[in-house]
């Protein structure tokens, strides 16, 4: 598999240096190919200045940023902690975290499990698997801004949702109009939308997996249980670790579905961070506030990848 | 019975519970198939319907009449058109610009040795896990300042130097035997000639595949893009969709026509590369969800 490891880059920085197969080493560091030293730099230079400008500097100015009371007018000061303790007293800010907090808690476990599950369906004998397949990565890979216009429709309150229900007798549900039920559609059209992803990559990791070894283990007399615990578990994690890690961090950001289907409503109960970050930039004009709360996320995010990294020495098997 | 009959039978049993199996299994992962694809077919149905029939009391696919002219109606009501043309054009700068950069990043980090490849190279890997549109703040403002918000460079620019695609075509370009670098060297190939008449053309499958990923990168854009446009002749369909969407009194017909129009390329795309696209999600060249 060529997982890029996020933990460890320098092993494939020194893969990267192995001579391919059949080039003598010693010749390779006697006469390196591709001319003078710097022609490399000419070439990673274009990819590695973009890079700097728009993707590393940004960050950097967003941390800074978030000490002062810039606006789009101009006039920026710094006013030292200020915004983030700001932050702490406001109420909205608290509550996108919240919001945010059980969209995470609820969205990641259930989109991978249920990525892990289909996988695994889907190693199995099944007619026209391929297609089964595409249909669940079409919505992964089509505008998350479409995908939740849908949503939005299916859940009016008469909408066709509604109307299943009635149709076998239930009593309709205020999908839209109240809070829980609000979030707990933002968060159903995620799992709809992303899985598919996710699913494709742990199935990966499943076909990596040798036959012999399962093999094997059923003839020791393993069950389907212990074999999925033992066998196919700590095989698969590296794929593992690597979606989490990302759909983790994508998570915190969630900001679409949440701006086309309710706005953040109703009454916040679905404003993610994103959204609020959003709302302070761009429409209260409160730059440097938002900058704060963008720097909050940033942390969050930090920390929850740092734990994983930390963590995955436990359950993490590379061969 | 004798023994050999006996086993022919049991064998048949059990080859016939075999294919009873797999006949259930199939159906089963059809089902979920299709109770997941109802909100599209949902959609396709909708945008089919006269805009007072889209929500009644009870389940009914089909209107009164199909209104094909509905999807000829979003391209006046929801100026598709434009939105279309944007999205195209947009999309299609993106993809060459982000081919072009990360096919040279690539190279020069599979192929190439210079001082400090060791320590730019973790500086690609590190930008990997830092959430990016939590810095769309100072990327406005930087463009604001430069009196380049609301343009289509501002729009285009921050999108082409994501790490993943140079990481994928790197992957492609170390698999490639060291022998026919030196063939073309002792040629006396230039580092820029091998690159276009020897490495190009043996990753032109990668390529392919980083050019569908960047083509739907921007295609599905939506925070940038509505950070960054103004004015509405330049939106892309995402803004177009959402603002739409979000407007009071929605012709829920017309913007289902609009998403159909905008999900059909997806489908067609995917359905036509589904080999590679899995085979590169699958290798997480892209990163997850």
């Known amino acids: 598999m060529t997982f890029v490891r996020l933990d460890r880059p320098e092993e494939e920085v020194a893969d990267a240096s192995v001579a391919p197969p059949g080039r003598p080493k010693g010749r390779l560091r006697r006469r390196p190919l591709g001319g003078p030293r710097w022609v490399g730099w000419a070439f990673v230079l274009p990819g590695l200045i973009g890079l700097a400008v728009f993707i590393v500097i940004p960050q950097v100015a967003s941390l800074i940023l978030g000490f002062s009371d810039s606006t789009l007018l101009g006039g920026t000061r710094f006013t030292g902690g200020e915004n983030f303790a700001r932050l702490l007293r406001d109420p909205q800010f608290i509550n996108s975290v919240i919001v945010t907090s059980i969209f995470v808690l609820v969205y990641v476990p259930a989109n991978i499990a249920i990525s892990m599950a289909m996988a695994m369906w889907l190693k199995t004998r099944i007619a026209g698997r391929n297609w089964i397949r595409v249909i669940f990565l079409i919505p992964a890979l089509s505008p998350m801004v479409a995908n939740a216009a849908v949503f939005r429709l299916l859940f009016q309150q008469d909408g066709v949702v509604n109307q299943a229900l009635a149709a076998i007798g239930l009593e309709p549900i205020p999908w839209l109009s109240d809070g829980n039920w609000a979030l707990a559609v933002v968060i159903g059209v995620s799992v709809w939308q992303s899985f598919g992803y996710n699913m494709i990559v742990l199935g990966a990791g499943l076909d990596s997996i040798s036959p012999d070894v399962i093999a094997a283990s059923r003839i020791d007399g393993a069950g389907p249980i212990r074999r999925f615990v033992s066998i196919t578990l700590p095989l698969v994690s590296p794929a593992l670790f690597f979606t989490t890690v990302l759909t983790v961090i994508g998570a915190w950001q969630t900001f679409a579905q949440a701006y086309v289907i309710t706005g953040g409503g109703p009454g916040n109960s679905t404003m993610t961070i994103m959204l609020y970050l959003y709302q302070t930039a761009f429409t209260n004009n409160q730059l440097g506030y938002a900058s704060a709360i963008a720097t909050v996320l940033f942390v969050i995010i930090a920390i929850f990848t740092l734990f994983q990294l930390w963590g995955q020495r436990k359950w993490v098997h590379y061969d | ?289």
Do not use: H, Y
């Open chain 2, 1 to 289: 019975m004798t023994d050999q009959q006996l086993q022919t039978s049991g064998l048949s049993w059990r080859r016939r519970g075999r294919a009873i199996g797999f006949a259930a299994n199939t159906t089963a992962a059809w089902l979920v198939a299709l109770v997941f694809s109802f909100p599209l077919i949902w959609t396709f149905f909708t945008a089919l319907k006269p805009g007072n029939e889209v929500f009644g009391a009870k389940i009914s696919f089909i209107g009164s009449e199909v209104l094909w002219s509905n999807f000829a109606d979003a391209w006046t009501e929801v100026d598709f058109g434009r939105l279309l043309l944007n999205s195209l054009v947009v999309a299609a700068i993106s993809t060459a610009l982000t081919l072009v950069i990360a096919t040279l990043t690539a190279f020069a980090f599979a192929r190439l040795r210079f001082p400090g490849r060791s320590a730019i190279f973790l500086l690609f890997v590190i930008t990997l896990t830092l959430p990016s549109e939590v810095a769309v703040v100072p990327l406005f403002l930087g463009f604001d300042q430069a009196r380049l918000a609301d343009t289509w460079f501002a729009l285009i620019i921050p999108g082409l130097f994501g790490a993943f695609g140079a990481f994928l075509l790197r992957q492609f370009m170390l698999q490639i035997p060291g022998e026919l670098e030196e063939a073309a060297r002792l040629d006396g190939a230039s580092t820029w000639r091998l690159l276009i008449s020897v490495i190009v053309p043996l990753v032109r499958p990668a390529l392919s595949v980083l050019a569908i990923f960047a083509f739907l990168g921007s295609w599905n854009s939506f925070l940038w893009p509505l950070i960054i446009l103004n004015s509405s002749d330049k939106w892309t369909i995402p803004i177009g969709i959402a603002g739409f969407t979000t407007q009071t009194g929605t012709q829920w017909e017309l913007l289902m026509a609009a998403c159909m129009m905008t999900i059909a390329p997806v489908v067609v795309v995917v359905a036509i590369a589904q080999r590679q696209l899995v085979a590169a999600i699958g290798a997480g060249a892209f990163g997850g969800r």
